[in-house]
Structure formats: structure tokens, C-alpha cells
């Protein structure tokens, strides 16, 4: 990554310009790959009212739906 900085914003606090020298772009599909591996304990999976299983995620400009009889198939 070149010339890629952020700032951090909360309440109201407001850093100043932070350099950003390594990561994945905002996009790129390898992120979607990482958030599967890394992040997939945080999906929720919820019962339908018919007993099946389905789940959602999000992740840059991608959306994950799935539904199935159980989470494992």
C-alpha cells in the first residue's frame, strides 16, 4: 500500500493522519477469503420459522446469504 493514511474517530476524539504501510485494499477479494477464515465465529446462525438454518454476512461490497437444513451442510 502507498500513500494510504486514516484517522481515528470517536466520540469526540479525532486523531491526527495515521500512515497505513501494510494490509489488503478496500475491495480486493483476498478480504473476503480472510474474513471467512477469521471472522466466521462472529456469524450468527438463527432457526427460520420452518427449522432451517441461515446466516448472513457482509464484507466490503459483498454479501453472504445462506440457508440450509443445518449450519454443517
Not at 473476503?32 to 477469521?38: S, W
Amino acid at each position: 500500500l502507498r500513500g494510504r493514511r486514516t484517522k481515528l474517530s470517536f466520540d469526540s476524539y479525532l486523531s491526527e493522519w495515521i500512515p497505513i504501510t501494510n494490509g489488503i485494499g478496500q475491495g480486493d477479494l483476498l478480504s473476503m477469503i480472510l474474513y471467512i477464515i477469521y471472522n466466521s465465529d462472529l456469524v450468527e446462525i438463527e432457526k427460520t420459522n420452518k427449522g432451517r438454518e441461515r446466516t448472513l454476512a457482509w464484507v466490503n461490497d459483498a454479501t453472504f446469504i445462506v440457508v440450509g437444513d443445518t449450519f454443517h451442510k
